[in-house]
């Protein structure tokens, strides 16, 4: 835990922090870090705070045990709509999103060190970090087309921001994974270190733009916002309008059927 000493933290994120700068460990290792409600609550108030805390100037963002964030737990339980369907649009809207703005707009850097999985909205949540560092054994998901669904989280913005048309499509399409020398080659991360040293080096990055001029970082967050994420409201609407067609698919059922069922799904088109 280097100098990080931990202080009052959430029922699933830890908080630790050493001097100007904060360590948020999602805590759920048990389900890889697999986003929940009680996850998403927490995890939303921690951003709110920090971001509204003048006296932390930078932040480091984790995930306790063997992954970084799996994605949404699927297993959680779920709001329906009127027709009986899954309620996504509202989780996105009044959570997810929420959260990576916050990451994004924040106004002093965030560093995202990524062990293991970083999956459906955990990669959402790595890519809204300033700058991504990755454990050698870590890997990097657009899982959402393995269940019938398409990228949200903003991922259908974040993932051509950093890696082109090309790559992005690729991601969202095949829903493979991109190991970590790969990633670090395509562009999408920053940094790739061997697993034992990730901890170290992160926490080094977030001492370093600790003691740095915040008032430079905060502003140049804003000028690459607006030049590559203006439109970032915009799309989240987007997806999570499209996310909500998909949610009431034959194929998102089937989808959700076959992982928990550990099997192939069978998908219709439908």
Same mark, same amino acid.
């Given at each position: 835990?280097?100098?990080?000493?931990?202080?009052?933290?959430?029922?699933?994120?830890?908080?630790?922090?050493?001097?100007? #700068?904060?360590?948020? &460990?999602?805590?759920?290792?048990?389900?890889?870090?697999?986003?929940?409600?009680?996850?998403?609550?927490?995890?939303?108030?921690?951003?709110?705070?920090?971001?509204?805390?003048?006296?932390?100037? /930078?932040?480091?963002?984790?995930?306790?045990?063997?992954?970084?964030?799996?994605?949404?737990?699927?297993?959680? &339980?779920?709001?329906?709509?009127?027709?009986?369907?899954?309620?996504?649009?509202?989780?996105?809207?009044?959570?997810?999103?929420?959260?990576?703005?916050?990451?994004?707009?924040?106004?002093?850097?965030?560093?995202?060190?990524?062990?293991?999985?970083?999956?459906?909205?955990?990669?959402?949540?790595?890519?809204? +970090?300033?700058?991504?560092?990755?454990? &050698?054994?870590?890997?990097?998901?657009?899982?959402?087309?393995?269940?019938?669904?398409?990228?949200?989280?903003?991922?259908?913005?974040?993932?051509?921001?950093?890696?082109?048309?090309?790559?992005?499509?690729?991601?969202?399409?095949?829903?493979?994974?991109?190991?970590? /020398?790969? #990633?670090?080659?395509?562009?999408?991360?920053?940094?790739?270190?061997?697993?034992?040293?990730?901890?170290?080096?992160?926490?080094?990055? +977030? /001492?370093?733009?600790?003691?740095?001029?915040?008032?430079?970082?905060?502003?140049?967050?804003?000028?690459?916002?607006?030049?590559?994420?203006?439109?970032?409201?915009?799309?989240?609407?987007?997806?999570?309008?499209?996310?909500?067609?998909?949610?009431?698919?034959?194929?998102?059922?089937?989808?959700?059927?076959?992982?928990?069922?550990?099997?192939?799904?069978?998908?219709?088109?439908?």
């Amino acid at each position: 835990m280097g100098d990080y000493l931990p202080v009052k933290g959430f029922e699933t994120v830890s908080v630790y922090r050493s001097g100007g #700068a904060v360590k948020l &460990e999602l805590n759920r290792p048990e389900r890889m870090n697999a986003l929940n409600k009680q996850l998403r609550i927490d995890l939303l108030a921690a951003v709110e705070q920090i971001g509204g805390d003048d006296e932390i100037r /930078a932040v480091l963002l984790t995930g306790n045990g063997r992954a970084f964030s799996s994605g949404a737990d699927l297993k959680d &339980e779920r709001n329906l709509t009127p027709d009986g369907h899954p309620d996504v649009y509202s989780v996105l809207t009044e959570r997810y999103h929420p959260i990576i703005t916050g990451l994004r707009e924040m106004p002093k850097p965030v560093v995202a060190a990524v062990n293991g999985a970083a999956a459906g909205i955990g990669l959402s949540l790595a890519l809204a +970090c300033d700058l991504v560092l990755a454990a &050698e054994s870590a890997y990097f998901l657009l899982a959402f087309v393995n269940i019938g669904l398409v990228p949200d989280g903003g991922s259908s913005l974040l993932v051509p921001s950093r890696v082109g048309f090309a790559r992005a499509a690729e991601m969202a399409l095949l829903g493979d994974r991109v190991g970590a /020398a790969r #990633a670090l080659d395509w562009g999408l991360i920053n940094q790739v270190w061997p697993d034992a040293e990730l901890a170290g080096r992160a926490e080094a990055l +977030c /001492a370093r733009f600790a003691a740095g001029p915040t008032g430079s970082y905060a502003g140049t967050k804003r000028q690459l916002n607006r030049w590559l994420y203006e439109q970032m409201a915009g799309q989240l609407e987007f997806e999570a309008q499209i996310q909500q067609e998909r949610a009431g698919s034959a194929d998102f059922a089937e989808g959700v059927a076959a992982f928990a069922e550990k099997r192939e799904p069978r998908f219709t088109g439908s």
